[in-house]
């Protein structure tokens, strides 16, 4: 675990993070990892001091396996309130399964299991939507039809990317695989959108987080 900013936690889970926030109304969680590895949210909200129960709401970044794993359970636990796109709305609930066309993709997505479908309370079906204080959910296709990032309003400014772009070495921002996102293209132009905003710190699904003057990472990698 790490606190990037006061309050914003990142937890990997596997080879995935996910993100937990300590509000004045209780903790946000932003992703909820690996199916079947739940039990280490529980674990860090302990050392927290804090439970699963204090969990008010999850803000799902899009319906992967590998951010959703842990929903159905943290959500029966808690009672929280989930937040999808509404794109990604049916995969999240179970109503449609995704057609998964790349090898490798076919292979590690058997291994990582398959999450449990779980209800989606808030749909979001308006950029810069607000699902409560203090949160932007801005609307970023390409690596799902859904893809929500997420800006808070703390520290000067903290991206949750989700899978929009990752983490790389030396503090720099990357690219997910290409495997496994829809819309490569489409993909870039929510890239270069999150680098025309402004933020101090991101934090992603993959890789570790970047702060200070964090929009000027995302600069760069959309220059090159």
């Given at each position: 675990?790490?606190?990037?900013?006061?309050?914003?936690?990142?937890?990997?889970?596997?080879?995935?993070?996910?993100?937990?926030?300590?509000?004045?109304?209780?903790?946000?969680?932003?992703?909820?990892?690996?199916?079947?590895?739940?039990?280490?949210?529980?674990?860090?909200?302990?050392?927290?001091?804090?439970?699963?129960?204090?969990?008010?709401?999850?803000?799902?970044?899009?319906?992967?396996?590998?951010?959703?794993?842990?929903?159905?359970?943290?959500?029966?636990?808690?009672?929280?309130r989930v937040v999808a796109h509404?794109?990604?709305?049916?995969?999240?609930?179970?109503?449609?399964?995704?057609?998964?066309?790349?090898?490798?993709?076919?292979?590690?997505?058997?291994?990582?299991?398959?999450?449990?479908?779980?209800?989606?309370?808030?749909?979001?079906?308006?950029?810069?939507?607000?699902?409560?204080?203090?949160?932007?959910?801005?609307?970023?296709?390409?690596?799902?039809?859904?893809?929500?990032?997420?800006?808070?309003?703390?520290?000067?400014?903290?991206?949750?990317?989700?899978?929009?772009?990752?983490?790389?070495?030396?503090?720099?921002?990357g690219s997910t695989p290409k495997?496994?996102?829809?819309?490569?293209?489409?993909?870039?132009?929510?890239?270069?959108?999150?680098?025309?905003?402004?933020?101090?710190?991101?934090?992603?699904?993959?890789?570790?987080?970047?702060?200070?003057?964090?929009?000027?990472?995302?600069?760069?990698?959309?220059?090159?």
């Amino acid at each position: 675990m790490r606190e990037v900013v006061d309050g914003v936690f990142e937890v990997g889970i596997g080879y995935v993070n996910v993100h937990l926030v300590v509000t004045d109304d209780g903790v946000v969680l932003v992703d909820t990892g690996l199916p079947g590895r739940s039990a280490k949210i529980g674990q860090v909200l302990h050392g927290l001091r804090r439970s699963i129960g204090d969990v008010r709401t999850v803000l799902l970044t899009h319906y992967h396996p590998d951010h959703t794993g842990g929903l159905a359970e943290v959500r029966r636990r808690s009672g929280a309130r989930v937040v999808a796109h509404q794109a990604d709305v049916p995969y999240v609930t179970g109503a449609e399964r995704p057609v998964i066309r790349h090898p490798v993709v076919k292979l590690t997505s058997r291994l990582m299991g398959t999450p449990e479908p779980a209800p989606v309370d808030d749909v979001v079906t308006a950029d810069g939507y607000s699902p409560l204080p203090g949160f932007t959910a801005l609307h970023t296709p390409g690596h799902t039809a859904g893809h929500l990032s997420y800006l808070l309003d703390r520290a000067g400014g903290v991206l949750f990317a989700g899978d929009a772009a990752a983490g790389k070495r030396g503090g720099r921002v990357g690219s997910t695989p290409k495997m496994v996102s829809v819309d490569l293209d489409q993909q870039a132009k929510s890239v270069a959108r999150l680098a025309g905003l402004d933020f101090e710190h991101a934090v992603f699904g993959h890789g570790r987080a970047v702060s200070g003057r964090a929009v000027e990472r995302f600069r760069e990698y959309v220059a090159r």
